[in-house]
């Protein structure tokens, strides 16, 4: 048996090498991860502005108390540039994002302005009021987005507003992903008796493209020990990963392990965890391998704890984990000491803060148990049964 941490840490130590870069363009970005820092060439906002449509002054000018009348000295338009400088009494009218006119450095907002022909009336406001500092968003030389970042829409906007059209990213990695066993059916085929239709396939599908991968879909391969060799040789020569479910464990018909053994460089280890456990971890060919146990719910969650960091680390990404937090269990959740279990929960916000609870039944088969969840509950090795009251680790799905 290996803990689930020393199964990870042994996962990403055979992860050497990194994905390549490439250029794509900025609007194709999404989801991509940054190959190199993106520094500012530039200051954003370029000048100061306005925040708000209305009248520049001079601090200066302020009233301390009561009014004070300014003549408008020019009206500017969105994108217009005030070549003059305002001189003490004048105003300018701007509008929210017009560049910040010489000798002004506050704004009126028009909502308290008095305007009459081509003068207004004002009280008191801060000095510096509704004005937008060149550089507070960011400053030249600054390095804005650091290598190794997942490009958000956010990032992708930050960089747009840095005048950037294309962008180096790390080329996504491929995966190809095949399901085994003569009991698993193709949906839309039509099932003999004894046979279960394939969701493993899918499941793990939707899993690669949330996370960044390339995937090649590989189909069902037979529990035939010639035909399975060659099609994971195969694989491995389009993929960077090849991934399989099922025929790991010890039954009759799990060949994927005898194929493996005689390709050599391949560890299969018994994982201290609920759901999970069987998994075999190496090489084929030039590929990395993970062949994931059978059970619909377990597949997801290998996927989860080992080869989405091995497909993160490979995509150059910076964080290859999610951060966990605390929810008190509301329910009493049986547990078994010596491994590490991951329940699948519901987690809701009480009048106490974080609350969670599980789904139902629990077994490794029941696939529905993730539909109905938003995270996993992950209950430590040493840990007995969790009484209801108590704090527990969650891990909610990300990105869905
Ligand atoms: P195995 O790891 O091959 O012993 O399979 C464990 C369990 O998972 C068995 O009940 C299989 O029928 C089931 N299983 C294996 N592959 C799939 C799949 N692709 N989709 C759904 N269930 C599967
Ligand atoms: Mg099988």
């Known amino acids: 048996m290996i803990s689930v941490r020393d199964a990870q840490a042994q996962v990403l130590a055979r992860i050497t090498t990194i994905a390549s870069p490439e250029i794509v363009p900025l609007a194709a970005a999404l989801g991509r991860v940054l190959a190199e820092d993106v520094r500012a060439e530039m200051d954003v906002p370029p000048t100061d502005n306005s925040a708000v449509d209305g009248y520049a002054v001079a601090s200066a000018d302020i009233p301390a108390t009561g009014t004070r009348v300014f003549d408008v000295a020019a009206e500017l338009a969105a994108g217009a540039v005030f070549s003059g400088t305002l001189r003490s009494g004048q105003t300018l009218r701007i509008m929210t994002g017009a560049p910040m006119p010489a000798g002004a450095d506050s704004v009126y907002p028009q909502e308290v302005v008095a305007r009459e022909g081509a003068r207004i009336t004002v009280g008191s406001i801060a000095p510096g009021a509704n004005r937008r500092l060149r550089g507070e968003d960011v400053r030249a030389g600054q390095i804005v987005l650091p290598a190794g970042s997942v490009l958000r829409p956010q990032e992708i906007g930050v960089a747009a507003s840095l005048g950037l059209a294309q962008i180096y990213v790390r080329q996504k990695p491929r995966v190809a992903v095949l399901s085994t066993g003569d009991e698993v059916a193709e949906p839309g085929s039509s099932r003999k008796p004894g046979q279960i239709y394939d969701s493993n396939r899918f499941s793990l599908c939707g899993l690669l493209e949330a996370s960044g991968a ?148 629990q077994g490794s088969g029941i696939l529905t148990s993730m539909t109905a969840a938003n995270c996993f509950v992950v209950i430590e090795e040493e840990r007995g049964d969790v009484g209801a009251g108590e704090p527990v680790w969650v891990e909610p799905f990300t990105p869905w």
């Open 214 to 361: 390339e995937m090649v879909d590989d189909g069902i391969v037979p529990d035939q020990f010639d035909e399975l060799q060659a099609r994971l040789l195969r694989a491995s020569e389009h993929a960077d990963i090849v991934l399989t479910s099922g025929g790991v464990s010890v039954g009759d018909h799990d060949l994927v392990k005898a194929v493996l053994q005689q390709a050599g460089g391949i560890d299969f280890w018994q994982v201290a965890m609920q759901p999970g456990r069987p998994m075999a971890v190496g090489s084929i060919g030039r590929a990395h391998f993970f062949g994931l146990p059978g059970n619909p719910v377990a597949s997801m969650l290998t996927f989860h704890l080992f080869v989405r960091p091995a497909l993160w680390k490979l995509a150059g990404r910076r964080e290859l984990f999610v951060t966990p937090f605390r929810a008190v269990a509301t329910e009493r959740m049986s547990k078994k000491t010596g491994r590490r279990e991951f329940k699948r929960g519901i987690l809701t916000f009480g009048p106490g803060g974080w609350e969670v609870r599980t789904t139902g039944p």
